[in-house]
C-alpha cells in the first residue's frame, strides 16, 4: 500500500531533476573506412561543410586501422542543433564510402491521406534522430 505513493513520489523527484540539468552537448562520431591521411576538415564533402562554422570538428585514426574517426562537437551558444549534425554524418560517411546519399524521399507511392501522414513525418525526419 505505501509502496504505490512512494514511487509515484520517485518519480515526480526525478522528472524534476532532469528538467533543472543544462541541455548535454555531446560529441558525435562516426567511423568512414577511408584513411586519415585523405581526409582534412576543411574538404569534407555533404552538409557537414556547411555547418563546420558553428561545430568543433576532429578527425583521428580508427582503432585496428578501420578508417578514419569523424568526432563533431556543438560548442556553447552555438546555433546547430544535434539531429543537423547527425544527418551531416549519415551523408558525409555515405559521400566518402559510397558516393551518393541515398534518401527515403523518392516519388510517393501513394496518396496522401490522414492515415500515412505519422509515416510521411517519421521518414522526414528519421535521419535527424537515428530511428523511426
Known sequence: MIAGPVAAGAAVVAV?????????????????????????????????K?????????????????????????????SVTDGEVRRAL???RSLLEAGDVLLPSGPPTTVPTALNRPLQMATQHGREGGLL
Request: proline letters at 8%; hydrophobic letters at 30%; glycine letters at 10%.
Open 16 to 48: 524534476q531533476r532532469r528538467g533543472r540539468r543544462r541541455p548535454h552537448r555531446r560529441s558525435h562520431v562516426v567511423t568512414v573506412f577511408r584513411p586519415l591521411a585523405e581526409l582534412e576538415v576543411t574538404q569534407l564533402p555533404g552538409s557537414l
Open 90 to 92: 549519415r551523408e558525409t
Open 50 to 78: 556547411e555547418i563546420t562554422d558553428g561545430v568543433e570538428i576532429r578527425l583521428a585514426e580508427a582503432p585496428g586501422g578501420r578508417g578514419t574517426e569523424i568526432a563533431v562537437r556543438i560548442p556553447e551558444g552555438s
